[in-house]
């Protein structure tokens, strides 16, 4: 280790420290803040003001654009009310190219653990802009299957969450979450039973800080914020369960109440998953649970199906991969749209939250075309409220990584910073 990076460790370590002496000064239980993850969270921020710190969404979109035609196509069309602060671009995916390592298409080139380019980009974000948040980075997937994707830490990939019911109960349930029942039979408490009990223990942990001492007339309106926050997901999750309730039940399986691992169905709809794994990536950013994101929509064989029968739905029943090679690739410029809607729907939130401004969204892809996948032409997009941002579509021939070095400067990191970062180079794309 560096002396840089052996510093920057010691100030983290010391600032945990002084973390901890400040809670105990202020009178929080400790109990509380295991059991609300939000109320850790505000804490948090108050101590080291992880509200106002900037924050990163990677996103992750299989098998490139259509011979290149990422901004001649209507592909980008979702991003036409945000186009003043999204940047469009086609740049060469060399890394890796085309089906494979997709940790490779998100920064981390290489093996070496003692290395910062072992980690994917936003892990190595994570690092210096996570440490004081309940969750230094979170991991989330649409239909993602379980291979190695996007994330990967020291050389290590890093698993996600696909259901965004187990991702809601994982990410805000604090210390209160146990294993999941997998096993047959016995019943127990029903999904929604234990998305109540995640919900009750960050409003009594919230609860518990609005009738303290300890915060100020700012901090007690954020508050305010999540605990009303909590109270809409409340009444969306009694919602589901009442349409489940009236729904027939399904063949076999018990109905589907039972509290096991949800499983995501080829048949669902991708979009909506994508919505609403969207939701718990701004809502966890919001509430201070973390500030960084990764949400990777499929895999590298693009196996998730378009025609999901929603009015979002695009008229090719076999997957995205087969549109590449049969014959479909008439349909592949609306594919791209009907990814770029889940991308549209997270800025949406993110301005709704009032965090747009200290957000960037970073969209990438492991190949130029799909078609032949070679390596030119792939699509690349970055959206933020940041300052700085030089929008529009254009084409740059530069290898993607480039823009690694822009999402570092909108976001107020230096690559020597602790030797954390690695350097992708000056940057000046878009930033």
């Given at each position: 280790?560096?002396?840089?990076?052996?510093?920057?460790?010691?100030?983290?370590?010391?600032?945990?420290?002084?973390?901890?002496?400040?809670?105990?000064?202020?009178?929080?239980?400790?109990?509380?803040?295991?059991?609300?993850?939000?109320?850790?969270?505000?804490?948090?921020?108050?101590?080291?003001?992880?509200?106002?710190?900037?924050?990163?969404?990677?996103?992750?979109?299989?098998?490139?654009?259509?011979?290149?035609?990422?901004?001649?196509?209507?592909?980008?069309?979702?991003?036409?009310?945000?186009?003043?602060?999204?940047?469009?671009?086609?740049?060469?995916?060399?890394?890796?190219?085309?089906?494979?390592?997709?940790?490779?298409?998100?920064?981390?080139?290489?093996?070496?653990?003692?290395?910062?380019?072992?980690?994917?980009?936003?892990?190595?974000?994570?690092?210096?802009?996570?440490?004081?948040?309940?969750?230094?980075?979170?991991?989330?997937?649409?239909?993602?299957?379980?291979?190695?994707?996007?994330?990967?830490?020291?050389?290590?990939?890093?698993?996600r969450i696909n259901s965004p019911q187990t991702a809601f109960q994982q990410y805000f349930s604090g210390g209160a979450g146990g294993g999941s029942n997998n096993g047959g039979g016995g019943g127990g408490p029903s999904v929604y039973d234990k998305r109540r009990s995640v919900l009750d223990a960050n409003k009594q942990g919230l609860d518990a800080l609005l009738n303290s001492n300890v915060l100020g007339v700012e901090e007690r309106f954020k508050l305010e914020g999540h605990l009303e926050a909590l109270e809409i997901l409340e009444r969306r999750i009694a919602q589901e369960e009442q349409r489940d309730n009236q729904g027939g039940g399904g063949g076999g399986g018990g109905g589907g109440n039972a509290c096991s691992n949800p499983q995501v169905a080829t048949s669902k709809s991708a979009l909506q998953e994508y919505k609403a794994q969207g939701d718990i990536a701004v809502a966890a950013l919001a509430c201070g649970l973390t500030n960084v994101v990764s949400i990777q929509f499929s895999e590298t064989q693009a196996s998730w199906i378009p025609n999901d029968g929603t009015s979002d739905a695009v008229p090719w029943s076999a997957d995205h991969h087969q549109a590449n090679h049969g014959n479909g690739p008439q349909h592949l410029p609306a594919i791209l749209e009907y990814m770029n809607k889940g991308v549209a729907h997270i800025i949406s939130k993110l301005q709704a939250a009032n965090l747009y401004d200290k957000t960037v969204v970073l969209v990438i892809s492991e190949m130029g075309d799909g078609q032949d996948h070679s390596a030119g032409n792939g699509p690349i997009t970055v959206a933020t409220g940041i300052s700085g941002l030089r929008a529009g579509s254009r084409n740059v021939g530069q290898n993607h990584y480039a823009v690694f070095a822009d999402v570092y400067k909108l976001l107020g990191l230096q690559s020597s910073v602790g030797g954390m970062l690695a350097n992708y180079g000056s940057g000046g794309i878009v930033a």
């Open positions: 280790m560096n002396k840089i990076a052996e510093r920057t460790l010691k100030q983290i370590n010391k600032d945990r420290r002084r973390f901890l002496e400040m809670l105990s000064k202020a009178g929080v239980s400790t109990s509380v803040l295991k059991a609300s993850s939000i109320a850790g969270a505000m804490m948090g921020a108050r101590f080291a003001e992880a509200q106002e710190a900037r924050k990163l969404i990677l996103i992750y979109h299989p098998n490139g654009s259509p011979n290149g035609r990422y901004l001649n196509g209507i592909g980008i069309r979702p991003f036409q009310p945000y186009s003043s602060s999204v940047a469009t671009l086609e740049m060469t995916i060399s890394n890796p190219g085309g089906h494979g390592n997709l940790w490779l298409a998100a920064g981390a080139a290489s093996y070496n653990s003692n290395d910062s380019n072992s980690s994917s980009v936003n892990m190595q974000v994570a690092k210096v802009i996570g440490n004081l948040t309940p969750f230094r980075s979170i991991q989330l997937g649409v239909q993602s299957l379980n291979e190695a994707g996007i994330d990967r830490l020291n050389g290590a990939a890093v698993t």
